[in-house]
């Protein structure tokens, strides 16, 4: 029995290290992602449609009182649009905004500070939640993105408890993305594709399968919550659609189809240009800008209000279906009736929402075209408020719109059909609408997979050839006219960015390196002394200082973080060294190595201050200056900091092209360039940046040998001895850690 309870008593750690590793595998921290996003989506969706029926309900109680209607159709966005705003910016102001361009910063990178913490993470979840329930066109699937990647970050550090190990970083921020798309409609499929088009360059393989995995499981709990409160009777797509399946298009429509597509091109790019003059005017120093930024209630609180008075329903929203709200709307745009066929006569059963689009005295071409221009400003200035706002959502409901009234023409045409093998085939309009949200979505981001997202949505894939035809025309206009939206504000909010390369361009591989880097590299050698440290340390900022075996050779031996030189520069000339250094004959004036040791190893935290102090009034200054002289022209003690023996090194023939990839692919922020071991100079993203910019502006472009090289040293010859010492390099994390600071203001 004593030999039994002790081998019970050996088992029982293991099955405690055994359940504690598993806990820590990646398929749970997955579940467990999932499960969270799904739960925090499905309540958000919850609570904003059970405040959009509360809007509804209230507006049709006071039927009759049109002053009553009107200001509960203005008032109850702004108090929410409000609520938003102050939360936001008392909380985190780190969660205004959709949030991809700044996890697009990070995955390539750079550190933003608090944008990945759980207080940014119950900002935006709160704050989106009323910015949905207002009504306004604010789309749910950019921050959605953000809100996954934040749980993804926090559940991590919960998760490494049990696994012992940290998770990778940019590992859980691309599971964390793609589940933020995945669970926001349900679409796992595009989510994941949508996720690594929007906020990746290259992506790893390896996680792949937990991408999907996360996402799947997510979208699948998202669902059956629905069906657990009864929204719906199963698990099925969130916009579903019944359109013809035997005979969806004939191939005669395929012209229309394209110009859908590259109308939506257009229509995609102006949409991000006018959104990127807006914040630009808001961020323009001018006396209105300066009032709106003091006072930061007023600029939302007027786009609410403006907006609700345009889209009150018994004024001009008769005229667009202003009562609608965008979910609504695409519900509508995707139905199975021909409204042009319909309006004039009698309301056909099971019309539904539909009929909020059919007035009788302006034509149906006339309400689609005015839902069109009027909400294409509305959405393009809502997600420039300070709330978390997305612009999917709105961009999506007005590619339905343009689609829609293209389908309407098109069936205004063509009355009776197609005629196809003897049989006429009627034309449908809601396919239209399904390929131009899709195509319109894609224009605006720059994706393809979003035509993956409307076949989850709706259900069927019977339009998928002239969809992938509408959104490939779709992209190939809009990317030739303007950036993506996630890249405009990258560069409007001046978050560190990396410019694509133009494809084709044979001045990619005519530029190299030598072309492109800087020269006058600081560095310290295996002979530099403490003075040349400090002098160093104080000329730059530099983040990193190369290693180099001697100033003659100029062999790369490693390279050296700032943090560490700092802390053997204050050990070096601390006074704790000072007092454990002390010559041997100054004994009777100041305590022996041994004593302070002994204090030292005992804790007597009051009498080794004593004994500093009294140090300190037993030496003249002249006596401690000199000894600080004398250890300033001792070499370095390397032996006593840690050096990254290998730092990423590039040569001088290396081309632009294998450079961009290189950075692209490793996510550097800087490169040291060597030949035949020997340091020659540094590259940087400015450097890449600058070369890449000019390279794409004029298509075949041969810049000289050293041409960068040669402006930079006209340049520091104007500048002063501290701007001379500071490379680009520097300048780049300078410039980093400057936005970070705004953005901890704002």
């Not at 970050?153 to 012992?164: A, E, H, R, W, Y």
């Not at 030949?675 to 590259?683: D, Q, T, W």
Request: overall charge positive; hydrophobic content about 50%; charged content about 15%.
């Amino acid at each position: 029995a004593t030999r039994l309870l002790r081998e019970r008593q050996l088992k029982k750690p293991r099955v405690q290290r055994f359940l504690v590793t598993k806990l820590g595998e990646d398929w749970i921290f997955l579940v467990l992602l999932g499960i969270t996003m799904a739960l925090v989506s499905w309540t958000m969706d919850y609570a904003s449609a059970k405040s959009l029926q509360g809007y509804k309900w209230m507006y049709r109680e006071l039927r009759g009182n049109i002053l009553l209607q009107y200001l509960v159709w203005v008032i109850y966005p702004m108090v929410l649009i409000i609520f938003a705003t102050i939360f936001c910016h008392l909380v985190a102001p780190q969660a205004i905004g959709s949030g991809i361009p700044e996890m697009k910063t990070i995955l390539r990178g750079v550190v933003l500070k608090e944008y990945l913490t759980l207080r940014a993470f119950i900002s935006k979840v709160v704050g989106l939640t009323a910015a949905l329930g207002s009504g306004l066109p604010i789309g749910k699937e950019g921050p959605f993105v953000h809100i996954a990647s934040m749980c993804a970050t926090v559940l991590s550090k919960f998760m490494s408890f049990f696994s012992g190990s940290p998770y990778c970083y940019t590992d859980i921020l691309t599971v964390g993305c793609a589940v933020g798309v995945g669970c926001c409609f349900g679409t796992p499929l595009g989510g994941v594709l949508f996720s690594i088009e929007v906020t990746s360059t290259y992506f790893a393989v390896r996680n792949y399968w937990r991408g999907y995995f996360a996402a799947t499981f997510s979208a699948f709990i998202f669902r059956v919550l629905s069906v657990i409160n009864k929204d719906t009777v199963t698990i099925t797509a969130l916009f579903r659609t019944k359109f013809r399946m035997d005979f969806p298009f004939d191939l005669q429509e395929l012209p229309a189809f394209a110009i859908i597509g590259i109308g939506c091109g257009f229509l995609g790019a102006f949409f991000v240009y006018l959104n990127r003059q807006v914040i630009l005017f808001m961020k323009r120093p001018n006396a209105i800008t300066r009032f709106l930024t003091k006072y930061r209630v007023i600029y939302p609180c007027v786009v609410s209000f403006v907006i609700a008075t345009l889209t009150f329903p018994p004024a001009l929203g008769q005229f667009m279906a202003g009562e609608l709200m965008p979910r609504e709307s695409i519900n509508s745009m995707f139905d199975n009736f021909t409204w042009n066929k319909i309006w004039g006569a009698p309301v056909p059963a099971g019309l539904g929402l539909s009929s909020a689009w059919l007035h009788p005295d302006v034509n149906i071409f006339i309400v689609i075209a005015l839902f069109l221009i009027m909400r294409f400003w509305m959405s393009a200035i809502s997600t420039t408020m300070p709330v978390p706002s997305g612009a999917f959502m709105p961009v999506f409901v007005l590619g339905a719109a343009f689609g829609r009234l293209v389908g309407e023409i098109m069936a205004a045409l063509f009355p009776h059909g197609i005629l196809f093998d003897g049989i006429l085939y009627r034309i449908i309009p809601g396919g239209y609408a399904v390929i131009g949200a899709a195509a319109m979505s894609g224009a605006v981001t720059h994706t393809v997979s979003t035509a993956v997202i409307c076949f989850e949505i709706t259900g069927q894939i019977s339009h998928v050839l002239p969809m992938m035809v509408a959104v490939i025309l779709a992209n190939m206009v809009a990317q030739g006219l303007q950036p993506s939206l996630y890249d405009s504000i990258i560069q409007v909010k001046k978050l560190p960015y990396f410019p694509e390369l133009g494809f084709g361009h044979i001045s990619q591989h005519n530029v190299f390196v030598e072309d492109i880097m800087v020269r006058k590299v600081k560095f310290l050698c295996s002979q530099s002394t403490y003075r040349e440290l400090l002098h160093l340390l104080e000329s730059t900022t530099l983040k990193t200082i190369p290693l180099v075996d001697s100033k003659e050779s100029m062999i790369l031996l490693g390279s050296i973080e700032r943090s560490e030189l700092l802390a053997l520069c204050d050990w070096w000339l601390s006074a704790e060294r000072r007092i454990l250094m002390q010559d041997p004959d100054l004994s009777g004036q100041i305590i022996s190595d041994s004593e302070v040791q002994v204090l030292y190893l005992s804790s007597s935290f009051l009498n080794y201050l004593l004994v500093v102090v009294l140090d300190l009034s037993w030496h003249f200054l002249k006596q401690v200056k000199a000894w600080e002289e004398s250890e300033m022209d001792k070499p370095l003690d390397f032996d006593q900091i840690r050096i990254d023996p290998s730092p990423f090194q590039l040569v001088e023939r290396t081309s632009l092209h294998k450079t961009h990839t290189l950075f692209s692919l490793l996510g550097l922020s800087h490169a040291y360039v060597t030949s035949i071991g020997k340091l020659v100079g540094v590259v940087a993203l400015k450097e890449l940046q600058k070369a890449i910019e000019g390279s794409a502006s004029s298509g075949v472009l041969m810049r000289p040998p050293l041409a960068s090289f040669r402006d930079s040293t006209r340049k520091t010859s104007k500048a002063s001895p501290t701007s001379v010492q500071t490379n680009t390099f520097l300048y780049i994390w300078i410039n980093q850690k400057k936005r970070t600071h705004l953005y901890h203001q704002k």
